[in-house]
Nanobody, 126 residues
Framework: QVQLVESGGGLVQTGASLRLSCAAS????????MGWFRQAPGKEREFVAT????????YVADSLQVRFSISKDSAKNTLYLEMHNLKPEDSAVYYC???????????????????WGRGTQVTVSS
């Protein structure tokens, strides 16, 4: 069972930057494709970014590509989400997720992930 714990969220002003971290159990970061999703109150969970198992390729949602990036440090077993020029509409709970080990590629669908963290709140004030 993979365990994921997000951190790094908080209350920031418009234009600020944040780096979210996701600490994984075992070798999840090196052995699994992973992703970030977010969910704002009253809205469906939204895809943010994904990274393939070997870390050589990433994909960020089209609307976020200019400001967000995903990376991982397998030695630290940690997944990251860098967010810049934050806007109030970025306010949400951000979730880290991991696919099963059999999948080398990432996924833009929440259904493609087997393991989820509990999330970290990001609030951007105007």
């Amino acid at each position: 069972q993979v365990q994921l714990v997000e951190s790094g969220g908080g209350l920031v002003q418009t234009g600020a930057s944040l780096r979210l971290s996701c600490a994984a159990s075992g070798r999840a970061v090196s052995d699994n494709a992973m992703g970030w999703f977010r969910q704002a109150p009253g809205k469906e969970r939204e895809f943010v970014a994904t990274i393939v198992r070997d870390g050589d390729a990433t994909y960020v949602a089209d609307s976020l590509q200019v400001r967000f990036s995903i990376s991982k440090d397998s030695a630290k077993n940690t997944l990251y989400l860098e967010m810049h020029n934050l806007k109030p509409e970025d306010s949400a709970v951000y979730y880290c997720a991991a696919r099963r080990e059999t999948y080398a590629l990432g996924s833009v669908s929440a259904d493609g992930y087997a393991y989820w963290g509990r999330g970290t709140q990001v609030t951007v004030s105007s």
